[in-house]
């Protein structure tokens, strides 16, 4: 990994995050971005190319480590190596499914990041080239959601037997996140972050406007995960 490269440090403890520093400092990388909570975190990567994300799972705010990973992903290419001080099995499951290239368990120490940097390191030298990864996605552009429905992700439309489906701004957005995160549960803070901006918003507008969606879609699969959010299995 070069060490010129832009590292977001996305943890909610000053002390924490001076002593990752300070090991990163310590290892020739100086271009090091500090965020508190997903918010931060969205305003600097907007702003900066970010070539590594550490994430603290247990993040301050509303959206986890975890949920704030799949709003970055959902935009940005940005490899992650998570933080956190629970090893329980769900909590490696649940962030699996996002952008990780690895883990560090604390307290860990100088030697722990070495090691993780370098499996991060190895994994991005065998990622396909920029070019190639736009080939890859060219072809999959087209997402064959049930035998009735399919969805055009360069557009971002959806088709029910190749006839194009009206939908709001808003319907549209929310389907484009659906799509972008098959079979995943979505959080109601994600739709508030990512959808509306807004942390004002109640559940039930967010209901409301999936219920909606859902009358124009009727056999697609989108589930209310009771308490927490969606899901859109396929």
């Known amino acids: 990994m070069m060490k010129s ?3 977001l440090i996305v943890e909610d403890e000053l002390i924490a995050t001076h002593y990752l520093k300070k090991i990163l400092n310590s290892f020739g ?5 500090e965020a508190k909570n997903s918010k931060d975190a969205q ?3 907007k702003k900066v190319k970010i070539d590594l994300v550490f994430m603290d799972i247990n993040i301050q705010g509303a959206i986890d480590g975890i949920e704030c990973t799949k709003l970055l992903n959902q935009s940005y290419f940005l490899p992650t190596i998570f933080t956190t001080a629970h090893n329980d099995s769900q909590t490696i499951q649940e962030a699996s499914s996002t952008n990780v290239f690895g883990y560090l368990s604390k307290p860990f120490d100088e030697k722990d990041v070495e090691i993780t940097l370098s499996v991060a390191n190895n994994i991005l030298k065998n990622l396909p080239t920029q070019n190639q990864k736009k080939q890859n996605i060219s072809k999959k552009t087209i ?3 049930n035998s009735l429905y399919s969805y055009d992700l360069d557009t971002k439309t959806l088709f029910i037997d190749n006839t194009p489906i009206k939908l709001t701004k808003k319907e549209l957005e929310i389907l484009y996140i659906f799509c972008t995160n098959i079979n995943t549960n ?3 803070e994600s739709f508030r972050e990512s959808i509306w901006n807004s942390s004002n918003i109640s559940n039930s507008t967010i209901r409301d406007t999936i219920s909606r969606m859902r009358k124009k879609m009727e056999y697609l699969n989108i589930e209310n995960i009771i308490n927490y959010g969606y899901i859109l299995r396929v």
Not at 29 to 33: E, L, N, P
Request: avoid cysteine; proline fraction near 0%; hydrophobic fraction near 55%.
């Open 5 to 7: 490269n832009n590292i």
């Open 29 to 33: 990388f100086t271009s090091i971005f």
């Open 43 to 45: 305003d600097i990567v």
């Open 143 to 145: 997402l064959t959601l």
């Open 186 to 188: 979505i959080s109601y």
